[in-house]
DNA sequence: TGGGTTTATATGGGCGTCAATGGGTATATG
DNA sequence: CATATACCCATTGACGCCCATATAAACCCA
């Protein structure tokens, strides 16, 4: 299953480490599992993160925006000049940048949100409080869409 | 046939593992009878469950979504990160999640009931309530869908 | 059809392995 | 030289794997 899935509550030691789940470590390609990209979240104050491969997926969903409107730029700036890449160390850690975990509040611990081909990484309590949002809003406003996904194939 | 039918009532151990069903073992696709996913249902106190491979098929959806769209976020919110898949042993026992079983009030026991393509996992005297409300809403309610279900062709 | 035997399922428990976490030390980088 | 990071080792608890047993269902044979 190279999904991540669930979520997950790591702390973060002295030393900044912090572990990423087994479960993600094994959704990344068997070729390089030594290495993740995170970057800022766009929609939220949270740092999204999957495997480098993904950098040629992003770039193509950017491509597909209008190349001359505004949010191209933005998105092409705030998404390509401040992504990150991180080694994870033979325990399965790795260090968070100083600017990103200011970005998403982070502080001693760390809740990682699988969301299928890439995570995300909240400060807890922000994550408990997106998730309970996002469900209302899901349970509430889009019934349409919720068709989508409930309906047999 | 690989339909989840009938209602089981099996005990959780001390180590919290449970018995899946064999019947609902067999139900599973045979390629993959070593995993099931979890959820929160959505309309119940109850915990649902499926083959892993109905999750492939939600992703692919999502997938179609625009990827910059608050949308696009709450499903993979709501579903990514709320599911979770767990492992079934050799003698077809499982462990249900802390943060489900409190959901679904679960303790010592669990009653799996079938409900097609997927199941529920209820606490016992909570199962038995939702079934009597379920039989009497049926039949006081929806007499044109059981006209529906019980005409012969 | 009855009685005995096998098989499968649910359940219990021991134990090794792995994941998450903590810390010491070497190495690198400026 | 000072700080940050990589590597190595240790600890703890959870989980997976294996084996054991009891009850029930299936089977077999006379």
Request: aromatic share 10%.
């Amino acid at each position: 299953m190279d999904l991540f899935i669930s979520k997950y509550f790591n702390k973060i030691d002295k030393k900044g480490r912090v572990s990423l789940p087994s479960n993600f470590r094994n959704a990344l390609p068997k070729a390089n599992r030594n290495e993740i990209i995170l970057y800022k979240s766009i929609k939220s104050p949270s740092i999204e993160g999957c495997g480098v491969g993904r950098l040629k997926e992003i770039a193509k969903r950017i491509n597909n925006l209008d190349f001359f409107s505004e949010d191209y730029d933005d998105f092409a700036t705030s998404i390509f000049s401040e992504i990150v890449t991180t080694n994870i160390d033979k325990e399965g850690r790795f260090l968070i940048p100083e600017d990103l975990k200011l970005y998403a509040g982070i502080k001693t611990e760390a809740a990682f949100l699988g969301q299928g081909h890439f995570f995300q990484i909240w400060e807890p309590k922000k994550s408990l409080k997106n998730t309970e949002v996002s469900r209302r809003r899901l349970l509430e406003e889009k019934k349409s869409l919720r068709m989508m996904l409930t309906q047999q194939k």
